[in-house]
């Protein structure tokens, strides 16, 4: 993403994804999470890139955070970071441990 206001790098991967065995990735557009809900659900980790236009306000991003987080693993590590594009749009990694 382009011009990030909260930047993640490798070490805040690895270090979020410790230990689970099988991740997967998904995306929306805009910042409707109903569908990413439950494809995350029970996650032992979640990373999330949210971007939009220069109208971004933190509010935003804590509504997408706290929504998608309040469906995985209550002791999941979560990450995240946000930056501006030309469109609204939320990109998501999720991990699992071996139940």
């Known amino acids: 993403m382009a011009n990030e206001l909260v930047e993640l790098d490798g070490s805040d991967l690895s270090a979020a994804f410790k230990g689970t065995k099988r991740i997967s990735a998904f995306a929306a557009e805009g910042f ?24 971004i306000v933190l509010g935003d991003c804590k509504a997408v955070v706290e929504t998608l987080a309040s469906c995985v ?6 990450v995240w970071s946000a930056g501006l594009d030309r469109q609204k749009r939320i990109v998501v990694l999720a991990g699992w441990r071996t139940r």
Do not use: R
């Open 73 to 78: 693993d209550k002791k999941a590590n979560v």
């Open 32 to 55: 409707d999470t109903s569908e990413l809900s439950k494809s995350v659900n029970g996650a032992d980790a979640l990373a999330l890139w949210i971007s939009s236009d220069k109208n």
